[in-house]
């Protein structure tokens, strides 16, 4: 070990002097292909008071706390197979600090210890030996994603990329893109790119740029002399084989949006059409109901007034009732009520002079407890104590619920009140449990309309291409899928009817202060926010506690019959794999993790990487069979773990169902933006676009349509799932053999796959080690071998499928894992 390389790495990481683009050569990771030799940068002048020291930590949890206490570890992190290794630059005080907090502080000659090869990208030589190692793991530059695509006529090209140096913030690091414009033309173009900061936490650089020629390769550099190239991929196939090629493929069922009504009777007509190959199942928990208790404020404003609310649902009863408050000419008088059938009469108290002297809480205590039960909830507005003396009223007034007042442009036609019993359409050939199921769940979120259409549209034609078209015919032998069209049917009958903005149920938890009608449309439980894995109730950032907030969580978990129907079905039908919660708008897909606690941005557990590799390849299908329509492109850059790439929302269905039950859970942000070459810009998508709208541009019409091409694609995606009955295979790579020094080494998989191994030379099991990503949204990571070491492995694919049918749960004789002995000459 010499002393230069790291007295330059540290001075790399201590004289940061932004925008100095030095490096002359192509240098750095480059995760598709071998790297290329560095070259050297200028030295600045040395420091004496801080060292950069190599330190290992057991896990992430080590790593938090010694975050937490100020320390600068995000430089040169990487995961090794006992826990976390990496650099600090520290002074002789804070290495002691490092050793009382139990961190392993590595001396020079240490196993695993920074060599001339592993300090890539900062400037050393030793170019030979650099050779052997495919992967630069010590880059402060890896290109995450690098991904090509075209719509409406116009290329774009879109990259993520990561440096080591990403969270430091004096100064703060920089990136800056060059592309080439196809194979063998010079790098240029140079852009700076966005960094992209969340909860506190540096996430990675990202752009979305416009380009006129698809470029082969990528080199980004950092302001601290890291660079890294690589190689552009497709993003989406252009023209997929589309479902739709069979001419006798039928579409375009919906021709408008549906209330909930509409969308259960249609499910209903569905299964009586085609009962060979549907039926309706019930959801066991009635919704609390489109329905409101009946409300008045009456008595004056401020600390006089009283906010009044039946007992009785409005339809049943509570709209029918009258409260007046009535002076009297006498002095002296005590406050009475007196009830007549549905009318309440309030006798104001009156004093020494024979004014009213009620106060708002004497009113309202006496309509609590003296109105025979017609007012079970009275008090005075907001957190007033009710102080103010109560006016008398200028007659009777009515209660009301509010509901019959509609809004303009509302359907016609009635709209039951009182709780709503959910139906699920289910469609397969075979609804035995065997076949995979999957769950198609709408409209969460009541003013989400395109969501339903787009459920019901995949639903019309599973139905009607079943006997006509083979790829068809095949979903609907191969899955079990149920289709829930609304899970929100009393928000939605809101959303319809009163007040389109409507996003929560209809389930009143408000305290009084929250509790006056001007405040009804902000009542309700985001039930996408109400489910028991990564909650608000734990800790998770993305849910309110306030009951009149857009995300409020509920009072307890799965507190909301909604929510609870959903885990009811998913324990009911156990062949539940694949689960898809449909929203809108955004143009998003995603999955896990999707809630994180704010402080520290410590995520739900993130899939193991064959689970989130396997997601990334369903993305791909669904996603293309969304372009396929319409050219309408959801970007890489809004697809994947929801938290990474759009917010966190504690609580949300997804997190349960994989995390509860391990089924394959996504959430969709249908009708995103479009883009329009006219303007040269991305166009919105809204919760309610005009139906007919511009069809090349924002259309419920045009959404519904696309969309369902991609849950028709999820289906295929399920059906390709449950007759995957081939194991995988893996390899290290390089892999066994003899190294005359240190060697990189990853696993490779023939498929979405997850590995677990040991480097201890015991037996793989469930409970070993998996392989994961060097860094989330990137490839697998890289071990730096520095002496002989033996892997033993299995890997398994998404399906369970396992490598060499090993079983890994008993000993078995046979103990046939892989295993790949990896020599390294003693120096
Ligand atoms: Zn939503």
Not at 40 to 45: G, I, K, L, T, V
Not at 268 to 281: L, T
Not at 288 to 300: E, F, P, S, T, V
Not at 306 to 329: C, E, K, L, M, Y
Request: aromatic share 8%; net charge negative.
């Amino acid at each position: 070990m010499r002393r230069s390389p790291r007295r330059i790495a540290l001075l790399a990481l201590s004289t940061l002097v932004g925008s100095i683009l030095v490096t002359t050569g192509s240098a750095g990771a480059d995760p598709m292909g071998p790297s290329a030799a560095t070259t050297s940068r200028s030295q600045p002048e040395d420091r004496e008071s801080v060292r950069l020291v190599h330190i290992r930590l057991t896990g992430a949890d080590m790593l938090d706390k010694v975050a937490a206490a100020g320390f600068d570890l995000e430089h040169g992190l990487r995961r090794v197979p006992n826990g976390i290794e990496g650099e600090a630059v520290v002074t002789a005080e804070q290495v002691t600090e490092l050793t009382t907090m139990g961190v392993e502080v590595l001396g020079d000659d240490a196993g695993f210890a920074w060599s001339n090869e592993a300090d890539g990208g900062i400037g050393i030589g030793a170019a030979g030996a650099r050779a052997a190692q495919p992967a630069n793991h010590d880059a402060t530059v890896r290109v995450v994603r690098a991904d090509w695509f075209t719509t409406k006529g116009q290329g774009f090209l879109y990259v993520e990329a990561r440096t080591t140096e990403g969270q430091q913030a004096d100064p703060i690091v920089g990136m800056q893109l060059e592309n080439d414009s196809g194979k063998g033309t010079p790098f240029g173009f140079a852009r700076t790119m966005s960094r992209f900061v969340d909860s506190g936490q540096y996430m990675f650089h990202r752009n979305l740029f416009k380009l006129d020629v698809r470029p082969n390769k990528i080199k980004l550099t950092s302001s601290t002399g890291g660079v890294a190239t690589g190689v552009v991929s497709n993003w989406l196939e252009d023209a997929p084989p589309p479902l739709t090629a069979n001419p006798s493929y039928k579409s375009d069922f919906v021709d408008g949006y549906r209330h909930p009504q509409q969308l259960y009777s249609r499910a209903k007509e569905i299964a009586r059409q085609y009962p060979d190959i549907a039926e309706i199942v019930y959801l066991p928990n009635q919704t609390n109901g489109y329905q409101r208790k009946a409300q008045a404020q009456i008595g004056g404003t401020g600390q006089a007034a009283v906010v009044v609310t039946s007992a009785a649902w409005g339809h049943q009863g509570g709209n029918d009732i009258t409260v007046d408050f009535v002076d009297r000419p006498d002095a002296n008088l005590p406050l009475a009520v007196q009830v007549t059938g549905k009318a309440v009469v309030v006798l104001l108290a009156t004093d020494a002079s024979g004014a009213p002297a009620s106060t708002a809480a004497e009113v309202a205590e006496a309509l609590r407890t003296r109105s025979a039960g017609l007012i079970d909830r009275a008090h005075p507005y907001r957190t007033n104590e009710g102080t103010g003396i109560v006016a008398p009223t200028a007659g009777p007034v009515a209660l009301t619920d509010f509901l019959d007042q509609k809004r303009v442009g509302a359907p016609e036609g009635e709209v039951p009140r009182g709780p709503a019993t959910i139906p699920v359409l289910r469609i397969g050939k075979h609804r035995d449990g065997k076949k995979p199921g999957v769950l198609i769940q709408a409209q969460d979120h009541a003013r989400e309309w395109v969501p339903a259409t787009t459920s019901l549209e995949s639903a019309e034609r599973l139905v009607h291409n079943y006997r006509s078209d083979r790829e068809t015919k095949k979903i609907v032998e191969n899955t079990d899928v149920f289709f829930i069209l609304s899970n929100n049917p009393d928000g939605a009958n809101y959303s319809f009817y009163n007040f389109a903005s409507q996003r929560k149920n209809m389930t009143n938890h408000c305290p009084d202060a929250s509790a006056d009608p001007a405040q009804r449309n902000s009542w309700g439980v985001d039930l996408n926010r109400n489910y028991r894995v990564g909650s608000g109730h734990d800790g998770y950032a993305g849910g309110s506690t306030n009951c009149v907030s857009g995300t409020y969580q509920g009072p307890g978990e799965l507190s909301e019959p909604e929510s609870k129907n959903i885990i009811w079905l998913v324990e009911k039908y156990k062949n539940i794999k694949f689960m898809m919660s449909v929203h809108s708008n955004g143009g998003q897909l995603f999955w896990q993790p999707g809630a994180y606690i704010a402080d520290g941005r410590i995520t739900t557990p993130r899939p193991p990487l064959g689970d989130e590799a396997f997601y990334w390849q369903s993305a791909a299908r669904i996603l293309s069979q969304v372009k396929a329509h319409r050219e309408t492109v959801v970007t890489p850059e809004n697809v994947g773990g929801s938290s990474d790439v759009l917010y966190s929302s504690a609580g949300n269905v997804r997190e349960d169902l994989y995390h509860t039950y391990g089924i394959y859970a996504f959430g969709w942000e249908v009708g995103g933006s479009v883009y329009n070459p006219a303007t040269g810009d991305w166009q919105g998508g809204s919760f309610q676009p005009e139906w007919d709208g511009n069809p090349e541009l924002v259309s419920g019409h045009a959404e519904t349509m696309e969309y369902a091409n991609g849950i028709m694609e999820m289906f295929r995606v399920a059906a390709d799932w449950g007759r995957d009955k081939k194991d995988p295979t893996s390899q290290l790579v390089p892999g066994a053999g003899r190294y005359s020094g240190p060697v990189d080494v990853r696993f490779e998989t023939s498929e979405p796959a997850t590995i677990y191994y040991t480097t201890d030379g015991s037996r793989p099991t469930l409970e070993s080690p998996r392989y994961a990503a060097t860094e989330f949204r990137e490839p697998g990571q890289v071990f730096h071998v520095t002496e002989t070491t033996t892997f033993n492995w299995f890997s398994v694919d998404s399906a369970g499928n396992i490598e060499k049918n090993y079983d890994p749960t008993k000993n078995d004789k046979r103990n046939n894992y892989r295993t790949a002995t990896i020599r390294i000459a003693k120096r």
